[in-house]
RNA sequence: GGAGAAGUGGCCGAGUGGUCGAAGGCGCUCCCCUGCUAAGGGAGUAUACGUUAAUAGCGUAUCGAGGGUUCGAAUCCCUCCUUCUCCGCCA
């Protein structure tokens, strides 16, 4: 969230570049809001002053040897005043305070300077293309070429368990799993991340920090358990998380912490809009691998940067054409201030397809989280920042080589890079 | 799941109803001393909110979380969470 500070200090600059991630901040009823606020403190902490005093005085009177009753019987007017008052009044601050959080949870991250102005993708900017799409004459979809090859089942998910569910066997099998291996050996091997393994299932004060709570839970599996426990719908809650209530030192905070997670995603609004019903585009369960970083702050624009391109890396090093697209402020998540989508190119639908957002939050998640270190320079602790990236999304690879490696004869063939990992062979027959 | 023990500041660790935001130690910062190294002396060292020009003062809150008793709670009571030990179960 944003520093209750900052907005009271500069509510019109705060709702003005709001704006342009299409966000209306409601300044009346925020400054309305936090005056009643601030004068409910006020008043509750001058009753809890006076009491204190009073008691005070009591405590002093017994211990140089005056009776109980006789010391609580000379302050009793004061006490007796105020006794009702302090209840009302420190539920009246408490209820204030807690309506400023909630309208503040409500308010997006703003948008960094560079972030184009927009409402929708249509406004997003494409910033870069690497590779060129193979001439394919009447390409097939993953759906076809993956059943085709006896390895992607879709009515059998679907009667194991519903739609927006994948069964995979034998070589596309092995290959899901190849393409998780290569990737976590690239990001730790040559990219410097650290592998975790994190629970895939989290409770509420995560997916706070996070951000995907309050405003976002329709889009989660929730379990029946008490208190709530969710299913991650991504790494990024989890991993983003250890840093929880923690103050690092800067000695283990270095140029920063970094992070490499494979964990399966579970999303509940995957489908409920009607998109992509066709094949494994967009699922309840699918597998991605994760890059998070926290670093101090001001070292978070360069690092998006660089963990982009660690994501642009593997799609490289697979020989997927794709393109770099700069996210405007409305097609964003609430949390970034600064998006890069990498989209794949997927030739049967004719189209660059998302398989990786790179997000710069800024200190807004840090925030919501506590998630700190000491600064070094003033020996405070101060908020870290946070990003993340898809490092990529498993299941959209593994369709982009489908469709971007599909032979005449049925057959797929696979970059090099993967030939370790699939003992040696780097063609799928069917 | 059962039985016990424990959760205090960056860390360790005192504190069972009164002037305790909290002794002491470690760590850290500044100063002094010391011709190296080591050691020594002194001062300071939580966070949030409010007030303020102020990162100065002052006020309020915070001792796992939430309730309760009391004029007053780190301290007493209740519920929950977590950790540790033992037992059960289990990949």
Not at 139 to 168: N, Y
Request: aromatic content about 6%.
């Amino acid at each position: 969230m944003l520093d209750l500070k900052q907005v009271r200090q500069d509510t019109q600059d705060i709702a003005r570049r709001l704006a342009r991630r299409g966000f209306s901040f409601d300044v009346e009823a925020f400054t309305e809001l936090d005056a009643a606020r601030k004068a409910a403190d006020v008043e509750s902490q001058a009753l809890l002053a006076e009491r204190k005093q009073a008691s005070k005085k009591i405590g002093e009177l017994v211990q140089s040897g005056v009776a109980v009753d006789e010391a609580k019987r000379s302050v009793n007017e004061t006490l007796d005043k105020i006794a009702s008052e302090i209840d009302a009044a420190t539920e009246k601050a408490r209820a204030a305070g807690a309506a400023i959080e909630a309208l503040l949870l409500a308010v997006p991250n703003l948008p960094a300077d560079d972030v184009p102005e927009g409402s929708d993708e249509s406004d997003n900017v494409e910033l870069a293309r690497w590779g060129s799409a193979r001439e394919i004459a009447n390409p097939r979809d993953h759906v076809d070429i993956g059943e085709a090859l006896g390895g992607l089942d879709f009515e059998m998910a679907s009667k194991l368990t519903g739609a927006r569910f994948t069964v995979m066997q034998g070589g596309l099998a092995r290959l899901h799993r190849a393409l998780i291996q290569f990737m976590l050996d690239m990001h730790t091997n040559t990219h410097g991340y650290t592998e975790v393994y994190v629970p895939y299932i989290v409770n509420g004060d995560s997916l706070r920090g996070t951000g995907q709570l309050p405003k976002f839970g329709e889009d989660l599996f929730k379990l029946h358990h008490d208190p709530d426990y969710y299913l991650i719908p991504t790494a990024e809650v989890p991993v983003t998380n250890l840093a929880r209530d923690r103050i690092f030192e800067a000695e283990e905070m270095g140029e920063g912490l970094h992070f490499v997670a494979h964990t399966p995603c579970f999303r509940s609004e995957a489908g409920s809009h009607g998109r992509d019903t066709r094949g494994m585009i967009r699922q309840h369960q699918f597998e991605k691998v994760e890059l998070v970083s926290l670093v101090p702050p001001g070292q978070s624009e360069a690092r998006l940067e660089l963990l982009t391109s660690h994501a642009e890396a593997v799609l490289q090093a697979l020989e997927l054409p794709y393109r770099k697209v700069l996210l405007c402020g409305g097609d964003m998540g609430a949390s970034a201030r600064k998006t890069y989508d990498l989209e794949v190119w997927l030739p049967a639908q004719d189209t660059y397809r998302e398989i990786s957002s790179c997000s710069d939050f800024g200190d807004y998640q840090a925030r919501r989280m506590q998630a700190r270190w000491r600064d070094p320079d003033t020996g405070k602790p101060a908020l870290l920042h946070t990003l993340n990236g898809s490092g990529l999304a498993v299941g959209r690879t593994l369709v982009a080589l489908l469709e971007n490696g599909q032979q005449a004869d049925g057959s797929v063939t696979l970059p090099a890079a993967l030939a370790p990992y699939l003992g040696g062979t780097v063609t799928l027959e069917p």
